[in-house]
């Protein structure tokens, strides 16, 4: 029998979190079963389970992917862009209501709520490093504000569909000083 290739096995397993994805965007996690990542996936349930040991590894495998295009500057411009970027995931890949499951199911599984926490992190200490220098107390509290800004953006996307990024990078480029 041939060997596969890490390729291969590479393709196959974002198969699965592509599914899943989509399946959890459009039905919750609590609605989507395993079978139903099995059928959106196409491959078989051992094909799953070989690279998965149930939806809790799925979920934390999206979170991991999650990275966002952030931009290199803080500008007017700059900002309103990646909020449409945003806003296109939304419309697009239900991308917010996947982000809103994952805070609600981070809100009761540490593991996924270490992993949101250190991505946090990671987002506030770039937002910091793009901020003019104003002392690091000043920089950590705007990076925290625009942080929480951004997550009330794509919250609200989740639960109204579609929202006008203008007034919220009004109060990003307000916070931020640009």
């Keep these: 029998m041939p060997k596969v290739s890490q390729a291969h096995l590479d393709a196959r397993r974002q198969q699965i979190v592509d599914a899943a994805r ?13 079978p139903d990542i099995v ?6 349930t ?10 809790d590894e799925i979920i934390a495998a999206i979170c991991e992917e999650s990275g966002q ?6 500008t007017a411009e700059a900002i309103h862009g990646f909020l449409e970027h945003i806003r296109i995931l939304a419309r697009e890949e239900g991308h917010a209501r996947l982000v809103a499951q994952i805070y609600a ?3 009761v599984s540490p593991s996924l709520a270490a992993l949101v ?10 937002v910091a490093g793009l901020l003019p220098d104003r002392g690091p107390a000043h920089r950590d509290r705007t990076a925290e504000a625009f942080v929480a800004l951004l997550q009330g953006y794509s919250q609200q996307l989740a639960v109204r569909d579609d929202i006008d990024p203008a007034p919220f990078t009004a109060a990003l480029v307000a916070i931020t000083g640009s």
């Excluded at 989509?22 to 395993?34: D, H």
């Excluded at 059928?39 to 078989?44: C, I, V």
């Excluded at 926490?117 to 990671?122: F, G, I, M, P, V």
């Design 22 to 34: 989509a399946r959890f965007a459009a039905a919750g996690f609590a609605r989507t079963s395993m």
């Design 46 to 55: 051992g094909a799953i389970y070989r690279y998965f040991k149930g939806k």
């Design 105 to 107: 199911e981070a809100a």
């Design 69 to 74: 295009a952030f931009p290199e500057e803080l």
């Design 39 to 44: 059928r959106a996936s196409g491959l078989s």
């Design 117 to 126: 926490d250190r991505q946090l992190a990671e987002l506030r200490a770039t």
